[in-house]
Each structure stands twice: as structure tokens, then as C-alpha cells.
């Protein structure tokens, strides 16, 4: 019996001890740790990552840098990163308050910015390339993906030349460098180049339904939330791994990733509001009525109206927007998505813009961590609500809703009970529809649909050595649909008229790289790159108008309801691109460094005997400060010293730009009916539009590198432009493409950030950039080049003015220079008066020269950013300087002899005009194009949620932009492309957001 009690009694000590230990364990498994992770300076890092070692149990610090963390052993060690900062382990030893301070990296030289297949730390980047993250691009809730980059880089001008709602912005870099075809910068989103042309969004090709041809925002693909970093390659060295495409920079655009840690839903939204910012001084009502009265106007019809038409069609317009996302992931699996829902209504009445986007980035990793899957997913639905902006129908003059709601007299109401129209509207007058009309009346509906897909595995063959395959798609379909009822104004002398017409654009993108990057020794280090590119473009396109409709139910959604069909096309063609691409980047002592690049590129846009085009670029760079002479400053902390050389291409013409074409014709022989001929003559040599690019320049950092900054010097020449150029006769075609002259771009950068404060409680810093550019064309070897007018339009149609030239392209002059007559005043009758250049005593076109600059002398952009505890203002503003403007509308509405029947700016009470202008294009209309813009604004606070356990964060904003534009144009704004007329205005935008993490 006592041996059975001894054995029980046993049992039961081991059964106690087991569940001691049990609690011991559990006890242990929620051990709480908390404390503060701060810089040297002992301001708060928010954002910083904590995780245990060894597990995947982490956290975030708060706004105020502060974590709370449960951790398995009280003997654990965190594991702290913060971008920027040296990760730490720190061992846990018992304590239940863990305070940690991180070591800056050297002015973050140890930042990763992206170049072309592949990323460098920034203290090895040979290259000129902007990486501009999140934090850092404009703050505050942005309509556009552009927005956020305006005013940041050196160099790059982004313009958001048009308010109307879901508009593309155009970005320059550098200067511009071809004649007549793309200027744009190729765009690359988390690793697939994509193709956007401005043709592909825009409206029909006719004009005659006064529908907009404005090109849509093409990254309206991307949630301007979902952007992690966006990377800008300037200089040859850093782009021409991209070869044909890069001739005008390229922007590397990166999407948010997951990260290894707890799950993190994030709620990010605004609100808001958006007025035009600035109307145009026309007459009033009381002045056009004086104006008849003391000039004795006789068949002025007064009706007895106040109206002021700008006021009718400008709005106070609703701004919101939804994202919600999750982000997350384990040892192996990481991954990030988002929905985002953004409603943009126009500052012109029923203009909008309705954009639902979505997102998915996974990365999984395999087979101990040497295969790794990466899929990235962007899709994009937008609705787009368009107002009339094209003229010329009927017996309208031509024009479109701007040009008619400046023209239109204030004497006459919007509406008129008799008025036969639908809705009762007013008629205006012969040459001026009434715009409420159009804009309410007149539909315009746009739909994109936008996906863009990338998949890639990469696997580690040994140590040092990867292989990467990926493959891309992106698909398009966009559809716009018009209908002009035939119970308006115009409808009514066509029986109105419908339109439809669908794009479909897709790329498909093969990729294979491989890569080796090998510490050879303690002072050499090599990276070697070798691959493929395939890339397929396939565009397609349909179109359909017809007119004279007997009702106006079913409007767009029956076409064939019309009995005259106007218009039918259609068309498909396709494009190919293939590539082989190597580079070399060579680090020695770590102080020098050398990349060789070459890429061979064939095109088939090309003749068949220069399809082919290669582009090498290479590049030093010495780290002055590594040298044992200033390795120990206290002042100099960097100074590194890069020159680069490189050719790199532009290949953005149309298909089949180098082979004859034919057209069918139908013949008023009936015996002869339908016939084909030729449109354009073959040009078997037509090559690429190449760019050689030399630079050089100088990184710096000073005391600690709380000044940092570069220095740019650049020359870009482009030979080979190619052109449209007449063939003489007696040919069977009047025209061809030709490669036929060079262009030059050389310019000076320079940016800098300062931190003037880094304080727990307050941090003040200040950044800004400058960047000159001269262009200039250096050869033409058919001569001067005058190139016809576009977008100009006189007050009766058709006029002089729209029959001649506006610009002109000529050896020694920039680019695109205005082109007329020297206005040098009025004669005593009122009219205009012009320099008679060649002294004979006639003024014709003999007379003319260059009358204006539209390259910018220099461009510009600055702010700060100032915080105060939980409290942070951010400013971006940004300008141009030496552009000058053709300002045609003032051709229009500078017009005495059309009132009262019509209206007119004010001005032309006082200027001594008392005739009609003479329609020619003259520097009378040219403006001073400069202006300086407060961009952006943005107050945030964050709020305390120590006591909110659900909630890790929470950020309010207040954001302005648009706020004011300093200039001497007298338009609605001085940022257009060449020539101002009815310019979409642009709005200024009052914005409230809030952003919660849980």
C-alpha cells in the first residue's frame, strides 16, 4: 500500500510541477514590453517596425514613436527598422519598459531607389535619378497621380494643363526633344513598361459634335494612396537600360507591398469642395446696356436680363474619395490590397468623374526562401461626364461652352418660356449657342477600363546568382458615347446627331533576366544583369455617327435610329518591340564605381532596313568624402562626383509610319465606284529618334547631413527628328516621313532638403529645386519649318488667322517659337497696326517673324514642412519663368463691333481698338506665360489613440490646393501648351481627409 501511495504521490508532484511550468509558460507567452523608439535627437520615429526575433509576432510605433508588444519570453530580443535608420536588435533582459534609440544611416545614403530591373543604394547610384517615397510627395488627399509629384524633382515639369475632371497631365524632363511626335516620359508601374498615347483616350477624331478630345488620365489606373515611391530616371546612365523608350525619361511608379508583421487595415478618405478660380472680366448687363445707348445702337435687342453667364455655368463642385486597404504577412508570405472609390464633380456644371480602382500585390516565398513569387494586379474602372469644347456646327461660328458663356450677351435670360428649344432655353445669336444648353443637354459619357497584371518568379541558382522570369499584360477598352438631341439648337438643324466610338488597346510583356551580384573581396564588388525583352502592343478601334433622328428616347443607345450614317470605320494594328540588354556595375574600395549599359532594341514601326537600334551608356562615380582627406569632417558627411555619357531612343511614331499606305475613294464615275490609292510614300531608311546625353554632377551632405542637395549639368542632342514633309511632284503622294534634323537641350539642376530643426517637440525642414533649359534646334536640313495653325479661331469663320501658321521651327531658335506680325499700336481709326519688317510698304506674310518663346527659361519648386507635436503643416509651390502664351481668345473677345448682339472682355472699353481685329497672329495677343503656384497645402493632426486599443493611428487633414497663382496672364490660367483659348479652367480644391489604421 505505501508503495502505491509513494507512486501516487509522485504522479501527482509531476502533475504540479507540469502545470507550474504550463503557467510559468503562458505567463511568459504574454509577457508585455512597451516603450519609446527614437532618433538621436530624441524626436519620435512613427511607423517604426518592432518585431521578436525569430517569430512573426511585431508591431508598429505610434504617432508619438511609442509600442506596446506581447512577447513569448522575457528574454526575447526586437528586432527594430525604421527607413533611413540602422536596424537594432535589442535583448528584452526582463525589463517591462524597453526605451530604443536608432542610429541614423549617413543622409540616408543607404536608401534603395529603383532603376531598371533592378535597385541600388543610393550612395552607389551612378546616374541622375530622383526616388521620391510616400512621406515625402505632396501630402494631403490628391485627385491625381501626377499631383503628387508636381514641384518635387529637379528638372521635371508636370502641368496639369486642363481642370476638367480626370485630365492628364503633361510631364517634360529635361526639356522637350522631338519635333512632332511624343514628349512624354515611357512609365513604368511595379515592373511593366506600359504605352499611353494621348490619342488612345481622346475623343472622336471629327469635331462636328462639339464633344470633348481631350486625352483622359491614363494613370488613373493607380489610387494615388496606393503609391509607395515614384523613382525618376533623368540622365542616359540611369534610363537607357530602357533603350528605345527612354529618350525622354522614365518614371518608375511603385505600389504598396506587404511587410512581415500583424495584419494592418487602413481607412483613408476625403471630402471636399472645388470653385474655378478666377472668371474672366466681361461686360455686364448695365455696361452693354450704356454702351448701346451712348453709341445709338438701333437694333439692340434688349430682353430685359442681368444674366451673368459665368456664374451659370461654374459651380461649387463635390470632391470625394474612399480607399480602404489591408496589408500583412508572415516569414513567407507577404501581401497588400486595396479598394478605393474617388468621385470628382467639374467645375462646370455636369462635368464629373467617377473612378473605382483596385489593387492586389502578393510575394510568397518557396524551397527554403530560393523561389519567390511576386503578383501584382492594378485594375481601374472610370465614367468620365463630359461638356462640349469642340465648335463649328451649323450655323454656329464655331466655338464650344466657354468660348459661348463669354460670348453670349448678359441681356438675354438662360431660359425663355418661348423659347421652341427643350428646356426652354434662350436663344443667343447666330454665332453663339447658348453653353447652359449644351452643358445640360448635350451628352458625353466616357468609359475606361484599365488592367494591368504582372507575375514573376525568381529563383536563386546559387548563392549570388538569380534568374527572374515575369510576365506582363495591360488591357484598355475605352468607350465614348455622345448624342446632341434634336430638340436644341443644334439638333435641330441636323436632326440631331449621335456618336460612338470604342478603343481596345492591350500589351502582352515577356521578361527574363539574369542576375549576379558578388562581393568578390573585401574591396571589390560586381553586379553583373543580362536579358530579354518581348513586348506586343495590339490597338483596335471602331466608330460610328449618324444624325437625323426623329425622337431623342433612346439617344446614343440606338444609333441606327439615325437615317443618315455620317461616319463607320473601323481598324486594327499591331506593334512589336524586342530586346537584349546587359549591365556591368563595378565597385571598387567602395569609393569608386563604374555602370556599362548597352541595349539593342528592334522595332517594327521602322523601315525594314533600320529596325534595329542600339544604346550603350556608361557612368562614373567617385565618393570624394570616403577618402581618407575627409572621411573624419565634421562638415562634409557626403560629396560624391558622377559624369555620365549615353544614347537612348524615341520610337513613340505611329504603325506603319515607314511603308506606303493606301486609302479607298469613291468615284462620281459609277463605272469606276470604289477605287484605292496611295496616301503616303514608303521610307525603307526611317530610323529612331536617338538622344545622346552627357552629365554631370555632385551630391553632397553637410553637418550630419542635415543639408543635403545635387547638382546637375546636362546636354541632351536628338538627331534624326523625324517629320512629316511634302514629296514634290509629280508623285501619286503628297507626303512622307523623313528623319531630318537635330535638337539640343543643355540645362543646370540643383536641389537641396535642409533639416533646420530636429526636435523632440518641433522639426521644421525646408527643400527646393531649380532647373534651367535651354533648347535649340540645331540643323533641319529641309530649312526653316513653319508648321500650320491648330486651336486658333477668329470671331467669324473661317478667318485669316485660321489659316495661318503659328509657329515656327527655325535653326537657332527653340523649339515651337510663336510666329506673326510685330503689333506696335492703333492708328486713329482704331486699327491695328504692324511693323512693316521688309520696308515695302504692304504687310503680308512676308512680314512676319518669331513673336514668342514657349520653352521655358527655368523652372522651379519649393516648401517646408513644419511640426509641432501631433501637429505638421506642409507646403509644395512651384513655378515657370520665361514662357510665353498666345492668348487667341483675346483674338475673339477684344472684339468692339460685336456688341450688344454678343458680348466682350471690359478691356476693350479702354484700348483704343474701335475695329474688329484682323484676325492675324500677331505678338498683340502674346502673353507673359510665368506664374508662380501654391500647389499644396496640407494642416494634419494626429490624434492620441494610446487609450483606443482598437486603433493604432488616426490622422486629420485639412488640404488646399490650387490656392493662388501669382502672373500677368489674363487668362484662366497661364498654364496651358502653346495657345490659350477655352481652356477646361482649373480649380481651386478645399479638402478634408481622415486616415485610420486598425
Same mark, same amino acid.
Given at each position: ?78 528586432? +527594430? ?37 533592378? %535597385? ?54 529635361? !526639356? ?15 515592373? +511593366? ?94 455696361? +452693354?446696356? =450704356? ?53 470628382? =464633380? ?48 451649323? !450655323?454656329?461660328?464655331? !466655338? ?36 447652359? =444648353? ?5 451628352? /458625353? ?43 436644341? %439648337? ?52 471602331? %466608330? ?21 450614317? /455620317? ?61 581618407? *582627406? ?81 547638382? =546637375? ?49 518641433? /522639426? ?45 521651327? %527655325? ?11 510685330? *503689333? ?87 484700348? !483704343? ?55 500677368? *496672364? ?29
Amino acid at each position: 500500500m505505501k508503495k502505491y501511495y509513494d507512486v501516487l504521490l509522485r504522479k501527482r508532484t509531476m502533475l504540479c510541477m507540469f502545470l507550474l511550468f504550463f503557467c510559468f509558460s503562458f505567463s511568459n507567452a504574454q509577457t508585455k514590453v512597451e516603450g519609446l523608439v527614437s532618433d538621436f535627437f530624441g524626436a519620435p520615429l512613427p511607423g517604426a517596425s518592432i518585431i521578436e526575433k525569430g517569430t512573426t509576432n511585431g508591431t508598429q510605433t505610434d504617432f508619438d514613436g511609442k509600442y506596446t508588444i506581447q512577447i513569448s519570453s522575457s528574454n526575447a530580443i526586437l528586432v +527594430v527598422s525604421y527607413l533611413g535608420y540602422l536596424d537594432t536588435e535589442v535583448p528584452v533582459d526582463n525589463q517591462r519598459v524597453v526605451n530604443i534609440t536608432l542610429q541614423e544611416n549617413v543622409s540616408t545614403l543607404d536608401e534603395v531607389v529603383l532603376v531598371g530591373y533592378g %535597385r541600388v543604394k543610393k550612395s552607389d547610384a551612378t546616374g541622375a535619378v530622383t526616388g521620391i517615397k510616400a512621406k515625402d510627395l505632396n501630402k494631403g488627399a490628391a485627385l491625381t497621380t501626377q499631383q503628387l509629384l508636381s514641384g518635387k524633382a529637379a528638372g521635371v515639369n508636370v502641368s496639369l494643363g486642363s481642370g476638367r475632371p480626370g485630365s492628364k497631365s503633361t510631364v517634360r524632363i529635361r !526639356g522637350t526633344n522631338s519635333l512632332n511626335f511624343n514628349n512624354e516620359p515611357l512609365y513604368v508601374i511595379d515592373g +511593366v513598361p506600359v504605352s499611353f498615347q494621348d490619342n488612345s483616350f481622346a475623343g472622336t477624331t471629327g469635331s462636328d459634335d462639339r464633344s470633348s478630345t481631350a486625352a483622359n488620365n491614363p494613370l488613373s489606373l493607380i489610387n494615388p494612396a496606393d503609391i509607395e515611391r515614384i523613382d525618376v530616371l533623368k540622365d542616359a546612365s540611369a534610363k537607357a537600360i530602357y533603350g528605345a523608350r527612354a529618350a525622354n525619361g522614365v518614371v518608375i511608379v511603385t505600389t504598396k507591398k506587404g511587410k512581415e508583421g500583424k495584419n494592418v487595415l487602413t481607412l483613408d478618405t476625403y471630402v471636399g469642395f472645388a470653385s474655378v478660380s478666377r472668371t474672366l472680366p466681361v461686360l455686364s448687363a448695365a455696361q +452693354v446696356r =450704356e454702351y448701346a445707348a451712348n453709341n445709338n445702337v438701333s437694333n439692340f435687342d434688349d430682353r430685359g436680363a442681368n444674366t451673368d453667364w459665368q456664374d451659370e455655368l461654374f459651380r461649387s463642385a463635390l470632391n470625394r474619395g474612399y480607399t480602404i486597404s489591408m496589408s500583412g504577412g508572415s516569414n513567407n508570405t507577404h501581401y497588400s490590397g486595396s479598394l478605393g472609390y474617388q468621385e470628382q =464633380e467639374g467645375v462646370i456644371i455636369n462635368s464629373a468623374n467617377e473612378n473605382i480602382t483596385g489593387r492586389l500585390n502578393l510575394t510568397s516565398k518557396f524551397m527554403g526562401d530560393k523561389l519567390t513569387l511576386n503578383l501584382n494586379v492594378l485594375y481601374a474602372n472610370e465614367k468620365a461626364n463630359n461638356v462640349p469644347s469642340v465648335g463649328g456646327i451649323g !450655323g454656329d461660328g464655331g !466655338g464650344d461652352v466657354i468660348r459661348d458663356v463669354l460670348r453670349a450677351n448678359p441681356t438675354i435670360p438662360v431660359r425663355d418660356e418661348n423659347s421652341p428649344y427643350s428646356g426652354g432655353f434662350s436663344y443667343v445669336s447666330i454665332f453663339t449657342q447658348n453653353p447652359i =444648353e449644351q452643358a445640360l443637354l448635350f451628352r /458625353n459619357l466616357t468609359t475606361s477600363r484599365r488592367l494591368l497584371t504582372n507575375i514573376s518568379l525568381n529563383y536563386e541558382i546559387v548563392e549570388d546568382l538569380n534568374f527572374k522570369t515575369s510576365i506582363g499584360y495591360t488591357q484598355e477598352d475605352i468607350e465614348r458615347k455622345s448624342y446632341v438631341p434634336l430638340s436644341t %439648337r443644334i439638333g435641330s438643324e441636323n436632326g440631331g446627331f449621335g456618336n460612338l466610338e470604342a478603343r481596345n488597346n492591350n500589351n502582352r510583356l515577356i521578361e527574363t533576366t539574369l542576375n549576379y551580384n558578388k562581393q568578390l573581396s573585401k574591396n571589390h564588388r560586381v553586379n553583373l544583369l543580362a536579358g530579354y525583352s518581348w513586348q506586343e502592343f495590339t490597338n483596335a478601334s471602331n %466608330r460610328l455617327r449618324t444624325s437625323q433622328f426623329v425622337e431623342d428616347v433612346l439617344g446614343f443607345n440606338n444609333l441606327a435610329a439615325g437615317g443618315v450614317v /455620317n461616319f463607320a470605320n473601323n481598324g486594327i494594328s499591331k506593334s512589336r518591340i524586342i530586346s537584349f540588354f546587359g549591365r556591368v556595375n563595378y565597385d571598387l574600395f567602395d569609393k569608386y564605381l563604374i555602370t556599362a549599359t548597352l541595349r539593342r532594341d528592334g522595332s517594327t514601326r521602322f523601315g525594314k532596313d533600320t529596325k534595329w537600334g542600339l544604346f550603350p551608356s556608361a557612368a562614373l562615380a567617385w565618393k570624394v568624402s570616403d577618402e581618407d *582627406f575627409l572621411k573624419d569632417s565634421s562638415v562634409i558627411s557626403q560629396l560624391k562626383l558622377r559624369a555620365s555619357y549615353g544614347i537612348t531612343g524615341n520610337q513613340e511614331i505611329s504603325n506603319f509610319g515607314s511603308l506606303s499606305l493606301l486609302s479607298l475613294g469613291l468615284n462620281v464615275n459609277p463605272e469606276i465606284g470604289l477605287f484605292a490609292k496611295p496616301t503616303t510614300l514608303a521610307n525603307p531608311n526611317l530610323k529612331w529618334e536617338t538622344t545622346s546625353e552627357t552629365n554631370i554632377g555632385l551630391d553632397f551632405g553637410f553637418f550630419n547631413n542635415r543639408f543635403t542637395g545635387t547638382v =546637375e549639368v546636362y546636354e541632351k542632342v536628338t538627331d534624326d527628328l523625324i517629320l512629316r514633309f511634302n514629296v514634290p511632284a509629280p508623285t501619286a503622294v503628297s507626303t512622307r516621313l523623313e528623319n531630318v534634323g537635330e535638337v539640343s537641350n543643355k540645362g543646370i539642376e540643383f536641389s537641396f532638403n535642409y533639416d533646420v530643426v530636429r526636435h523632440q517637440d518641433w /522639426n521644421f525642414n525646408f527643400y527646393g529645386n531649380i532647373a534651367t533649359n535651354k533648347n535649340e534646334i540645331v540643323s533641319l536640313s529641309k530649312g526653316a519649318l513653319i508648321t500650320p495653325a491648330f486651336g486658333l479661331t477668329s470671331f467669324t469663320a473661317p478667318s485669316p488667322q485660321q489659316q495661318s501658321p503659328i509657329r515656327i521651327q %527655325r535653326v537657332g531658335e527653340s523649339l515651337n517659337s510663336l510666329w506673326g506680325l510685330d *503689333f506696335i499700336g492703333f492708328d486713329k481709326n482704331g486699327r491695328e497696326q504692324f511693323r512693316d519688317i521688309d520696308n515695302n510698304g504692304v504687310i503680308n506674310t512676308d512680314d512676319r517673324t518669331i513673336i514668342g518663346q514657349t520653352q521655358p527659361d527655368y523652372t522651379y519648386g519649393f516648401g517646408f514642412n513644419l511640426g509641432y507635436k501631433r501637429l505638421s503643416l506642409s507646403t509644395s509651390f512651384r513655378g515657370v519663368q520665361g514662357v510665353e502664351v498666345l492668348n487667341s481668345l483675346r483674338n475673339d473677345l477684344e472684339n468692339l463691333t460685336v456688341v450688344p448682339e454678343n458680348n466682350a472682355l471690359d478691356v476693350i472699353l479702354t484700348n !483704343g481698338a474701335t475695329v474688329a481685329p484682323s484676325g492675324q497672329v500677331s505678338d498683340r495677343f502674346v502673353e507673359d506665360g510665368s506664374f508662380l503656384r501654391m500647389e499644396n497645402a496640407t494642416l494634419n493632426y494626429n490624434v492620441n489613440t494610446a487609450k483606443l486599443g482598437f486603433l493604432q493611428s488616426l490622422n486629420l487633414s485639412l488640404t488646399g490646393q490650387n490656392l493662388f497663382v501669382l502672373t500677368d *496672364f489674363t487668362g484662366y490660367d497661364p498654364e496651358v501648351s502653346i495657345v490659350a483659348y477655352t481652356n477646361y479652367p482649373r480649380a481651386r480644391t478645399i479638402l478634408m481627409g481622415l486616415k485610420a489604421q486598425f
